[in-house]
């Protein structure tokens, strides 16, 4: 039976990538073994390895996370990190009925968050 499902992500520069996902996006690193890392965040898991030749803007590595409620908030809470978070897109309903908002890691990675609309 399959019980979950955890993606595996490039990261181009460790301290940057541990950086964005902790300081920025509010995840914890629960392990670091050098070139792969894992880091949580409520109920969600997330694998990181390095991909030191990836080039961010030709990257095609993406991911979607369900939020259970409030995205807003999220939203509000991220769009104003120090540093600021550099491609963040406002929550927006889509015609598929989720509130989505999108967000790109330093790697190039697109995050879109999506909750029920």
Do not use: C
């Amino acid at each position: 039976m399959i019980t979950s499902a955890i993606p595996k992500l490039p990261f181009i520069d460790k301290q940057t990538t541990i950086h964005f996902y902790t300081a920025q996006l509010g995840f914890a690193l629960t392990a670091d073994y050098g070139d792969y890392l894992i880091m949580t965040k409520d109920a969600v898991e997330l694998h990181f390895f390095a991909y030191p030749t990836l080039q961010p803007h030709k990257s095609d590595f993406m991911i979607y996370l369900r939020v259970d409620n409030n995205i807003q908030a999220l939203y509000e809470q991220w769009k104003n990190t120090e540093p600021p978070i550099p491609r963040i897109e406002a929550p927006a309903l889509k015609p598929w009925g989720q509130i989505e908002m999108a967000v790109i890691d330093p790697n190039g990675t697109l995050l879109t968050f999506g909750q029920a609309g």
